[in-house]
């Protein structure tokens, strides 16, 4: 199974400043605060050791941190997070974009269906340092 995380975005006011890293691909990308909206990554994930973090720092210098991981046949969002971990059973490969919601929310949307066979392209964490 193939997980490709294709693009990140952040609420048009551009309130945070993201760096997205990974750790498989060895790249790094940005959303400066203010500055961009969303950037198309194109990160291929891996299991633990080759994941991608997201790292999101709001302007009074709140930061979360969430990794996520291909491990079989799931896609695992671990960190700052309600829970601290989100296990999404997924049926194949998938492509996805991730949005940081003005609620202070991730948003996962499977690009190519459902993450499995029922209903459901997207799911949400919310991200601890940012909840309302």
């Known amino acids: ?3 490709n995380l294709k693009h990140i975005s952040q609420p048009p006011t551009k309130p945070y400043n993201v760096v997205v890293r990974s750790y498989r691909d060895k790249t790094i990308d940005f959303l400066p605060t203010y500055v961009a909206e969303s950037a198309n990554v ?3 994930l891996g299991k633990w050791e080759s994941c991608t973090e997201i790292n999101i720092t709001n302007t009074s210098g709140a930061t979360a ?3 996520i991981e291909d491990s079989d046949w799931k896609i695992i969002v ?3 997070i309600t829970g601290g971990q989100k296990v999404q059973p997924v049926n194949g490969d998938k492509d996805f974009e991730v949005s940081i919601t003005d609620e202070g929310k991730l948003r996962f949307h499977c690009l190519s269906g459902s993450w499995t066979n029922g209903p459901g392209d ?3 964490v919310q991200l ?3 909840q309302q």
């Open 1 to 3: 199974m193939v997980l």
């Open 42 to 44: 194109n990160h291929w």
């Open 65 to 67: 941190v969430v990794l």
């Open 78 to 80: 671990n960190g700052t």
């Open 122 to 124: 997207s799911f949400e």
């Open 128 to 130: 601890l340092p940012f």
